[in-house]
């Protein structure tokens, strides 16, 4: 599968290096690449939730690894973006106790809500509806991540909240 090649701007910013480097410290000198994985989420966060191919090479330089190892990850994972993606990432349960509890009726409401289909932002850029491998949170089915966050025993009125919070600016996505 050929994949796209979509311009990024490249900003590895003192700040950032910086972190990248604390996280390699984590690991021996000789084992740099097993810092690759808290390395993408930092720089997938620095530049706008998406990672390109130039900035996954960069990667890989940083690490001094070849570009391939990153690209494994980065298409193996879906917390990794291969492009850029609504602001809003509704990422949805798709496994048993979600489904049984109407996961795939709230991604339906969802998506006919914001206009819509699954994997496709909204036209602003502001959303995004996908659906995920288990989040461990059977328990509070039907449910939901946003950034960092889980939206837990969701019905249609917690969407439509959701949605309206969103666009209010009301939402936090990251525990930082």
């Known amino acids: 599968m050929e994949r796209a090649h979509i311009n990024q701007q490249i900003n590895i910013t003192e700040p950032l290096m910086a972190r990248i480097n604390e996280l ?50 980065v298409t193996f994972y879906t917390m990794y973006n291969q492009r850029p993606i609504g602001k809003y990432m509704f990422e949805f349960c798709q496994t048993s ?12 409401y969802t998506c006919n809500k914001l206009g819509v289909k699954v994997g496709e932002p909204t036209s602003d850029g502001l959303f995004e509806v996908r659906g995920v491998e288990c989040l461990g949170a059977c328990g509070y089915a039907p449910m939901m991540q946003l950034g960092d966050f889980y939206q837990e025993h969701l019905t249609e009125v917690k969407i439509d909240q959701l949605i309206a919070d969103c666009k209010e600016g009301k939402v936090t996505l990251h525990d930082k």
Not at 34 to 51: G, I, M, T, Y
Not at 97 to 108: F, Q, S
């Open 24 to 73: 390699i410290s984590h690991y021996p000198a000789d084992k740099r690449k097993s810092a690759l994985l808290p390395v993408l989420h930092e720089v997938q966060d620095a530049h706008d939730n998406w990672l390109s191919i130039d900035l996954q090479n960069k990667v890989a330089e940083i690490l001094e690894i070849q570009p391939i190892e990153v690209y494994e990850v």
């Open 97 to 108: 106790a979600c489904c049984l509890n109407g996961v795939e009726n709230l991604m339906d």
